[in-house]
């Protein structure tokens, strides 16, 4: 059934959607099509695992899986306003295509949920494993490589939005390939560890039971077929615990997407025009103002983020799911590929955006000469401490004050101070360089960022190679 | 641009989108093609306004009228990919279909958010006004019904999943239809107070006040003509108040849904069932259990809620928006229409099953039996209390407990006990009889129910009438 | 029972609760013994009007009066341990306190949550038009007094962080003075709009009706006595809209101030500089770098915005409640004043900000001057639109390239083209000069201002006069 | 400071901190007391770890070590009005204990967040480890001895509030002990997952660098003094990934404990009684209604849920702090330590109740018997089916309508069928027994139920014997 996207509701299917290229890769994990796909194959696996039971013949298998090929989304929801049950209607649209010997074993022992709830785990992994791993990898190597250009480049650090001390934007930018990464591990843990199940209505195997005295060792060969581990415990459903955790690591990945497009909607600002996105030469920035250059992209990973963050919500409520389950999960669960949809559209974004960004270090080093010279406040109060002054950082406190007042720079003030003379006498040629440049006092900023591009870049290795196989 | 719906990421642009009828309904409003609409509606009264104050000719209105028409979203999309500024690019698809004289007037003075905040006013206002308060209104008539009809059902009413002290069904529905009605008031209330704007990109209407010099009163112009308000104070945009209100509405509208939804669930329990979904002579209650008969739809309404109503939390979100404002409201403001996608189909769904719900009444009277004889222990109490006994709650949360130990009925205990006697010597005849015929003890269940409905027949006359006109 | 307050776990009960001055007036509103307190005065609300209808004599009234005077919160949870329910321990103190002859009437024909819900609609009615009312017109009138005085004060706007169009920062002002006035109005709605109810344990009036046959008459006299309406309807309980409705208030409030103090944040970064916090002369602004000056009184108050404008989703939660009540409203309900006592914090806090806000007039002005040359670009396409540019948007977006490229003042290639000189040529004297002189392109800033702050201040009188009262 | 409890704002510090008991525990890890003694402990280790690099002598270990038993919260409070830093004041506080020789030495390169973010990591961290741990270990133990009580306890299974497939209660148990104990290793993970950090203002060890070249391995003994890891990068804190992952997994615990209230709760219903909550002698279930015996401890445990399950929320923001950090995130953070009391309260709550849980197996037995005859569906189905029957749901779904219509037993409709009975005819002994029986027909369960109460037996030995130690 063919639409116009711009009748859909969702800015998923309609202004989202218009990167063709993005879509269809995100279509084949989320969409109902997709859903449908996964049954499919969780049916096949069944019948496989009856057939190794020798409950049926090979025949039932091979027919069965030459007819899942066949299957069709409308077919299915044309019988299903007739069911009123969705995998029910899978089932009949599937036995329509067999022989009278298969139909029996199709979905035989079964449970729906038995289907729906291994079929999400499974689809939800193999997106992770295929096509989210893959996604953010591809940031990964651009924001690596950016640390990595940068990571001289010297910086004014800010805390509280005002200057603190001087790092370098390659050690920024590797603070947030190692969070990214951080994050990527746990979203694979995550999606490993979503489960299935094939232990039927009430999760005692009930049916199942009727044929196999180890009917708990019957799950485990179906849910080996399709590469998942079975739900040690199971009522009707898997309990909700695994996808809450799968929903989490999507959104807490999100949170590091919105903080890093948060910093370079700051640095991109007019005062401080550190970054900036690649503007396009026909590119408006504004209906009304023809010379605004505004940071739209990061601006629209942060919205995004405020869509979607708030809907772990939903998980955690559907935790809760009486007795042997209610329904209540079952159409909150269809929205989570939206979730994972957010944010690939924004992994997608960022990608294409870090590759043009835009790095001023002339501008950045302009910012740092603002106040390089307030800078060694802290350098002053330690090195005093640690050569003994009883009460150096009320001492510098006050220094800052008597700058700002009389218009000197603190570093004069402190030469000129013999008070301060005695303490200073004993640095070392290391420390009095660093006190008194406030460029070289970036502490180890550029050796930790290269360990950590050269580390992340051995860690993902593994992924990389997952994804050629 | 066409695409099949199964290949949509939202439940909302397939599953859920496959009833037709409703869908198209919702897609007026609620699509990117709606937006478009809008948005063409706004930059018309824009141009009216332009004429009244003869900045422009009214050849140019009816250029810009016939001109509105013809615009496709296809084509606004396409133009946007060179201008990456979707009100731009609309601005150019109009202006490609005018002469050049009427070209410079089009969006004259305006900046986009002039646009697209009041687009989305009056659409959403639209929407109250002719879809959702006509929904809602529909669903209202049948609990209204049903509350007639059911005013003398008795029912036990439940405090704590308890049976606790008697109730009729109609009562039951009688406060979910006034407090299903007093959030129609709220809602409607709040998409009535929803606010335009026209005072440019920092909200000083310094473009405007080029031509005029009471910007502010130009801007009252063009609001006026498209029925909406202008916001006391904005900036490049419309402050958020207003919209985080009427997401609160539509979410505190689903609240009663859900509530509602959650007790016919429990009432529909194997082992009180006292209401019914109406069940279709093919449907199947569970893939495996053929006997199943599942509150599917009440399920459904609940599952439904937990997914749109934590999305509140992006809106308090969009309140914040840095000076005269930042984009990150951008995409997050366009997932409102889900919000109320989502709502209406609850309303839709609950309708449906409202018109065949199935009470039943001897199911009620039967749970009632269960404990009719302990229910008279809250008018026993009173009444002693009101003779003067001095510990009356005590006493009898006692003899409670003596007559299931004895096994005997606490009205017996009762009349056997002549301490007792003395004090209910002075009951009069009505109070006699609400306290030894517990199905007497409804208090003012039916006259209340009748008031009720009476009173808000009554009151939904007005929406009614606007919706025919 | 007394406990050192720093073992509190609650910031709110330790950290935040040590400004003795404000801890007090929360606290008489918003801790236990206001509870209990509040309680206390529903019931002899209803003991007074059981007098009016003659069930007992003045002599109960007067001494359920003064027993209520007496009744300590240690007392009633000493007698919870043996009833393990609060409200009936609350009923027998009282009871303790009276003679015999009136001990029968206290409480007579409620349940506990007549009582329950009464008392907190009433303590939080009480506590918006006392105390929130109050502060929230303190914070007002600091400003209203700023927005006046910087009426003129030049300063750039910014949209997404850039340089957009020149406003005043009394037109900022302005702004979150309408904003936080308008939610004021919201606020006291909402709580005018709390309910009470006396109608007994399902709703229906069950226990009432045994003495009155009208016993929604006898509702309205106990909460007319109290100064509230009853709910329309109700369960057990009142509805839980009422209640949401007055949290979401609440928090729409404190978006309010959380927008506002991330504008001053931002407006504080060093590069800026345009507003500071106050510092006090032995202030330090962070433990090791002697110099700063943080916004920490801003960074706060986002912070506690990001603590309890999540809480809504509780309430929305509590609008579910099985039947005629289930008990799962009643811890978390207890938790509302927690969110009014941060929202009264940040008020109280940006009160005492806002009093010793130092605007940099100088500096706002020096960073308008940074960009002074490109804003003309809006009014200029705008005036040659107006006059007939068939392109004029494109046209200047190209000006304003070629201005960066060549390094010349946009004004000065103005000047110097003959195409635009004849769409120039039509300008009357008030836009010439609007168009060059940027410092005048401020629109209508200055007059908005004012009429804003002599309308807030004309509409608040109602508030101040009722609490002269 | 003293306080009367009952002047507290937070339910934690009046109404659920009278268990005097427990709240002595919350408080040692939870309290403003904690927060300093732990901040002292960190302090401590940097001076150990400074003089282990030869910076100070032992002699200044030990002043400090002295120093800081002494510290108390009031004084540093009071050092806070003056210096308006919360740690510059507790560093005075412990400097003005020791000589001038060691005054230099303490907090010497760190900054504040240094200590604040190390603190919290290792307060959670052993609040985990010691207190949450061992409370949840105590309510598993409770369950696991219902488990394996009712291992055999015959209980209809229950979709959709249904009659489904039998099962066994201890089965239901066995799930819910499962669940429990799978999320306590996530919290006991994510509590070791905690990180410090000694880095500095800006997270490159500005400072630190002045003094070691490997001033990251200088953190690292730091923070091994400790027990904890450093963070492998940081800004001014500690990335916000671990504390919302820790956040995270005490709510999904929380879910558990909510799902399991909200099923006993449900089991208590009066048609149901199948679960009891232990009634004490005196205990009022309602003010006015003596009788009632009210679930109060779960309806408080799903009321708790909803109040503290939103505020990941808040942590989730907490995740974006703009550049090496704002403070936006520093009184947010202030409030975790509510959501972990919450937690510990329900935990405790629902050991007492479990303690004293009373299932009744013969109103267990007797709701099985309404409907034991409609139970054979789901395995006659399934037998038919796998003994080759074409259209076996089908079949049976209308036998059940059938069954219905004529008030027969399935049973003996399939007894009496021709049709059938060629398929009925291959079953073995086993299989025809559980068709016939439906009280066998409970699948797995009792074996089950074992396995997994032993399988956790073994597994929690591990957290016994870390408690132990």
Chains 1, 2, 3, 4 share one sequence.
Not at 122 to 146: C, G, H, M, Q, V
Not at 375 to 388: F, K, N, Q, R, S
């Amino acid at each position: 059934m063919k639409r116009d996207v711009f009748k859909n509701i969702s800015p998923l299917d309609h202004r989202y959607s218009l990167r063709k290229d993005n879509f269809a890769d995100y279509s084949e994990y989320f969409s109902e099509e997709a859903v449908i796909k996964y049954q499919c194959q969780v049916e096949l696996a069944l019948v496989k695992a009856l057939e190794q039971r020798c409950l049926c013949s090979q025949k039932v298998v091979d027919e069965v899986e030459a007819a899942i090929q066949e299957v069709e989304v409308g077919e299915v929801y044309q019988e299903e306003k007739k069911t009123k049950h969705n995998i029910r209607a899978l089932v009949n649209c599937i036995r329509n295509k067999v022989s009278d010997e298969a139909k029996p074993f199709i979905h035989l022992s079964a449970t729906s949920y038995d289907i729906v709830d291994t079929a999400n785990s499974l689809r939800y992994k193999e997106a992770t494993e295929k096509l989210l791993t893959s996604k953010i990898i591809n940031l990964l190597d651009e924001w690596l490589r950016i640390a990595e250009e940068e990571k001289e480049t010297l910086q004014m650090g800010r805390t509280h939005g005002q200057h603190a001390e001087p790092i370098t934007f390659g050690f920024v930018m590797a603070n947030y390939c190692h969070r990214l990464k951080e994050r990527l591990d746990r979203l694979y843990e995550s999606a490993q560890n979503l489960k299935g199940k094939m232990s039927g209505a009430v999760g005692a195997y009930n049916a199942s039971n009727l044929f196999f005295t180890e009917p708990d060792e019957f799950e485990k060969d179906v849910l080996t077929e399709l590469g998942l581990e079975a739900a040690p415990v199971s009522s009707q459903i898997v309990p909700g615990e695994y996808m809450v955790d799968f929903v989490h690591s999507l959104i807490s990945i999100y949170g590091v997407l919105a903080d890093f497009s948060d910093d370079m909607r700051h640095l991109q600002r007019t005062e401080i025009g550190e970054v900036g996105e690649y503007f396009e030469k026909d590119q408006v920035g504004s209906s009304t103002m023809p010379h605004k250059r505004n940071p739209i992209n990061y601006e629209n990973v942060k919205s995004m983020w405020k869509e979607f963050m708030p809907r772990i919500i939903t998980y955690y409520q559907d935790q809760l799911s009486e007795h042997q389950r209610d329904l209540t999960n079952s159409a909150s669960g269809r929205f989570i590929p939206e979730i994972a949809t957010g944010l690939l559209l924004s992994v997608d974004r960022l990608k294409r955006v870090s590759e043009k960004m835009q790095v001023d270090q002339k501008e950045m080093f302009a910012n740092f000469n603002q106040t390089r010279e307030t800078v060694i406040a802290e350098p002053l109060y330690i090195v005093l401490a640690a050569a003994g002054h009883p009460d150096a950082h009320e001492k510098v406190r006050k220094l800052t004050l008597q700058a700002e007042e009389e218009g000197k720079k603190l570093k004069r003030i402190v030469k000129e101070s013999d008070e301060l003379e005695t303490y200073l006498n004993d640095l070392d040629d290391r420390q009095r360089k660093m006190l008194f440049n406030p460029e070289l006092y970036t502490g180890i900023a550029k050796r930790k960022t290269e360990e950590i591009v050269d580390d992340i870049r051995k860690n993902i290795r593994r992924y990389k190679n997952a994804l050629e196989n």
